[in-house]
């Protein structure tokens, strides 16, 4: 198993979410979070002068899924997710050493 935390913008959420659910996931966690990348956040320029954000919201999305679903998963975050520019976020893979599910008491792949 392996949990895949994708961070993406806000807006391209539904359309991750559809995008996963159409090669058949439907479990998984959102987060509301705020983060930047190599761009340090965005600067703006107003009567006022300019001013920096540094810290802007992004969506991360945790799924667990087993081994041989990895790469149509990623693929289907990446093809929903893309927007071309900077910000578009990053997708991580880790391993998922056991899954319970609390109900059942089922582990593993029947856990997730």
Do not use: C, Y
Not at 13 to 18: D, E, F, P, T
Not at 21 to 35: C, K, S, Y
Not at 45 to 52: I, M
Not at 66 to 73: G, L, M, Q, R, S
């Amino acid at each position: 198993m392996k949990k895949i935390e994708a961070i993406i913008r806000p807006e391209m959420q539904n359309a991750v979410k559809s995008g996963l659910e159409a090669v058949g996931v439907v479990g998984l966690t959102i987060h509301e979070v705020q983060g930047r990348g190599a761009q340090k956040g965005l600067e703006f320029v107003n009567r006022a002068g300019k001013f920096r954000v540094d810290l802007l919201p992004k969506t991360l999305i945790s799924i667990v899924v087993p081994d041989e679903e990895v790469d149509k998963v990623i693929d289907a975050i990446v093809q929903n997710a893309r927007t071309g520019e900077p910000g578009d976020g990053k997708i991580f893979v880790m391993p998922a050493e056991r899954a319970i599910r609390i109900r059942t008491g089922e582990e593993g792949d029947q856990a997730i």
